[in-house]
């Protein structure tokens, strides 16, 4: 098989964490890779820890509609999407200015929305598909002091339930991810290290568990999966207290 018949995958955020795990268990399956990063020296770096040709990276912030738009003309339509690309932010009611609210709603909803509907019609035309959304176990539980992060979350994972469910006869799938805490670097970059102290180790997961579980899921056409035994047994109440 020349590399032009394997299937392609475009993940974002793929420059550590989930997005590299991901991108890593696709290359076991012999996958081709657009690999969309914002940092130039860690886009490098995730190239070449990966070390296979059918590896391509793409710089881009996606936070900035302008720059998702020039990313979305230079590929065709994807046989996966994974949408991954996130940051977590955390600030008290009111103290996040107007520009960062909007680009931090924008970057974990908005900018996926226009992401995934920008390749929608190719892969109905085509009649395949999967996309993969990573949202998080916090837009189904409250998040003090990520508010706005909890919400845009919430919205992506709303969007991709309603389009899984209306895409499920074009054969055409959207599995959203609900993961909690994930052993990366998202929460020293946040300035929230005092977690990795404060949260029970058996509470982190792993990149790649969540990528197999996700992975799995997708494959499978499940709207949606909480990765880790221990977040699907306490989903049920993680909401409780909001009704109290």
Do not use: C
């Amino acid at each position: 098989m020349g590399s032009q018949d394997k299937p392609t995958a475009l993940i974002t955020g793929a420059s550590s964490g989930i997005g590299l795990a991901y991108a890593k268990h696709l290359l076991k399956n012999d996958w081709r890779l657009h690999l969309v990063s914002r940092n130039p020296e860690k886009a490098e770096t995730a190239i070449s820890e990966l070390g296979n040709a059918l590896a391509q990276k793409h710089l881009a912030d996606l936070s900035d509609e302008n720059q998702l738009g020039n990313l979305l003309e230079k590929i065709t339509t994807p046989d996966l999407i994974v949408a991954n690309a996130g940051i977590t932010m955390a600030a008290s009611a009111g103290k996040i200015d107007a520009e960062k609210r909007k680009r931090l709603a924008y970057l974990l909803y908005g900018g996926v929305v226009d992401l995934i509907e920008h390749y929608l019609t190719g892969m109905i035309e085509r009649g395949s598909g999967r996309i993969v959304i990573v949202s998080s176990i916090g837009a189904i539980a409250p998040m003090p002091k990520s508010s706005i992060y909890a919400s845009a979350k919430a919205g992506a994972y709303a969007y991709g339930r309603s389009l899984n469910e209306e895409l499920r006869q074009k054969r055409v799938s959207v599995t959203v991810s609900l993961p909690g805490y994930v052993k990366t670097s998202a929460h020293r970059r946040a300035g929230l290290t005092h977690l990795e102290r404060q949260i029970p180790k058996w509470m982190w997961l792993s990149p790649e568990q969540v990528v197999r579980e996700t992975e799995e899921a997708s494959i499978k056409g499940r709207a949606s999966i909480i990765p880790g035994g221990i977040y699907r047994m306490v989903s049920p109440f993680l909401g409780s207290k909001a009704a109290n």
